[in-house]
């Protein structure tokens, strides 16, 4: 029999719980840095050599991380249903935890890409991508990372797998960063939708169930359910 699609769609709130900082949770700042610092197309084009030390910075805490017990509990499923990830989050913990299908809408930490041909991605050896590494091309390597004010290219393709959801699971994100946090108009009229958040979410869709725990806790208990049919 043809296993029912589960799309499942994780925040900040997801990795976390392995330790790692995002700057909705600390005020706009991640180890003293300000958002327009270091993470816009302006920061770059001011100051390059900052923003590269910022991500050697992130990186080297996503290379310590590992998966929790919600990571683990995402990538079981797949033993029972066709899970699709789709996350904001730039780590690696899913695909770590064995999750297959990753949908990263906002880059990936241990990626680089060209300057000047954006589709020309390389990985990153290590904690470090310094000014002076380039690409085939001779171009300078920069954070494979939608910055903010940049578009987010992937977002059409997480839009179509919403759309062909069985069932959505949304775990750890206030569901407050658009473009993303409108993905969830695209599920199908009926499909059973399910936030694992602990915070009081702003839900602009009807008949979404919310679980009030963090992931760790929650989506375990939720996926139990899932697989015994009783969610």
Known sequence: MEKRKLVVF???GVSAESGLRTFRDSDGLWEEYRIEEVATPEAWRADP??????YDLRRAQVLAAS????????AELEAH???QVVTQNIDDLHERAG???VLHLHGEIRLARSTADPSLVVPVNGASLAWGDRCSLGSQL???IV???EEVPLLPRAA???AQADVLLVVGTSLQVYPAAGLLQFAPAGCPVYLVDPGNVAVRRAGVQHLRRTASEGVPWLAARLVNGEA
């Open 99 to 101: 999750s297959s299908k």
């Open 81 to 83: 249903f066709e899970v």
């Open 49 to 54: 050599r900052k923003v590269l030390h910022f």
């Open 67 to 74: 998966p929790n017990a919600a990571h683990r509990a995402i």
């Open 147 to 149: 910055w903010f004010g």
């Open 142 to 144: 920069r954070p494979h």
């Open 10 to 12: 994780t925040g900040a």
């Open 160 to 162: 179509e797998h919403v």
